[in-house]
């Protein structure tokens, strides 16, 4: 007797493929995950993990964005143990005319902010100096490390992994995707997800649909663990910092990371993030800190800098995006509710034919 469950194959196991895989899975999908090196081995690996809608290209971006924190919160009523937290965020990386404009631009959209005053953040923040005159306190904003929270939505799902496998291509049948093409032999299924960030475009540009991506290095450092140091996520001059469930802080390299549009990492590794551990070590002078540890992961970032999330061709659905730990909870329900028929109009400025029109 034929099995009635849809088949459905996801190629990447990062916290987007992870997250879809989870809601198909409750949804009664039968789910596959490929990845040619495990889980969130890529991107998803390498995150400062932050949650938030605070940075955002657009309107549309900033109601997908926050409903993504929606969607982390509402993840975890159903995920076991996850580990998501949220601390809230600590903003003071502009001037105090700057700030109250971004301040009275978020709250305009609906968001959640609250102006501090130098005490306030002195009080929140004890072992920073200088205390800066003021900051904006984010308070819904949220931290998550995005590997961990792949493989618990992995296990919860009760789906397949593959490991080591890699999809060399897509199978097309009479117009529709009908499976993934592994240097194995062919994988069939009725549903295919392409979740593998910077690695979508060679899979589905040869199937006539267009994927430009940035080429948006990054580098993510961590010191050795510490006792509590900041709650908060922080959001400074010198950089975004927070601190783990390890203790420990991460820093990316790049100040502003977020809008950070380089498109290369010039020079090594270690040199960037002494630059760094020394601009951390301005803000908090009472500690003692190095790096332990540097991580260099590139960004999937579309080439109009939004999200694609959507279907591309019966049978095939892509979800390529930075940021993807805000939006992994998102594109999960959503590509899970789509692929059951249910139209979803927020993906309305973020489908795949955008770019070829």
């Known amino acids: 007797m034929p099995n009635a469950r849809p088949q459905t194959l996801i190629i990447g196991a990062g916290v987007i493929g992870a997250a879809i895989a989870f809601q198909l899975a409750r949804r009664g999908h039968a789910v596959t995950i490929l990845d040619a090196a495990g889980i969130g081995a890529g991107a998803s690996g390498r995150s400062f993990g932050w949650i938030n809608a605070s940075f955002h290209?657009?309107?549309?971006?900033?109601?997908?964005?926050?409903?993504?924190?929606?969607?982390?919160?509402?993840?975890?009523?159903?995920?076991?143990?996850?580990?998501?937290?949220?601390?809230g965020c600590l903003a003071f990386d502009q001037r105090a005319a700057e700030l109250d404009a971004e301040g009275a631009r978020l709250a305009a959209l609906g968001y959640r902010?609250?102006?501090?005053?130098?005490?306030?953040?002195?009080?929140?923040?004890?072992?920073l100096a200088p205390v800066p005159d003021g900051a904006l306190f984010f308070p819904d904003e949220g931290a998550v490390d995005a590997a961990d929270l792949a493989r618990r939505l992995i296990a919860a799902s009760g789906g397949r992994l593959l490991r080591g496998l890699a999809a060399t291509a897509l199978a097309r049948t009479d117009g529709?995707?009908?499976?993934?093409v592994t240097a194995q032999g062919l994988l069939p299924a009725d549903h295919v997800v392409v979740a593998a960030g910077g690695g979508a475009p060679a899979l589905v540009e040869p199937l006539g649909i267009p994927l430009p991506m940035l080429s948006r290095p990054g580098l993510i450092l961590a010191t050795r663990p510490l006792p509590p140091v900041a709650a908060d996520i922080l959001v400074t001059s010198a950089g975004e910092v927070r601190q783990d469930r390890a203790g420990r802080l991460l820093m990316p390299t790049a100040a502003g990371h977020q809008g950070d549009a380089a498109e290369s990492v010039a020079g090594l590794p270690p040199?960037?993030?002494?630059?760094?551990?020394?601009?951390?070590?301005?803000?908090f002078p009472v500690l003692t800190l190095d790096w332990a540890d540097v991580a260099l992961a590139q960004r999937p970032v579309p080439g109009d800098g939004l999200p694609v999330i959507g279907a591309a061709l019966p049978g095939l659905w892509l979800a390529v995006m930075h940021s993807g730990v805000t939006l992994a909870a998102v594109a999960g329900e959503a590509v899970a509710r789509e692929m059951d028929g249910v139209e979803e109009p927020l993906l309305a400025p973020f489908r795949p034919g955008r770019f070829t029109r």
């Open 271 to 283: 040199d960037h993030a002494d630059a760094a551990i020394t601009r951390l070590r301005e803000l």
């Open 176 to 180: 529709r995707v009908t499976g993934v």
């Open 113 to 127: 902010v609250e102006r501090l005053t130098a005490a306030q953040v002195a009080r929140r923040v004890p072992a």
């Open 57 to 87: 290209l657009s309107e549309a971006h900033y109601r997908l964005r926050a409903e993504g924190m929606a969607a982390h919160r509402r993840l975890a009523g159903t995920l076991p143990d996850c580990p998501t937290r949220w601390p």
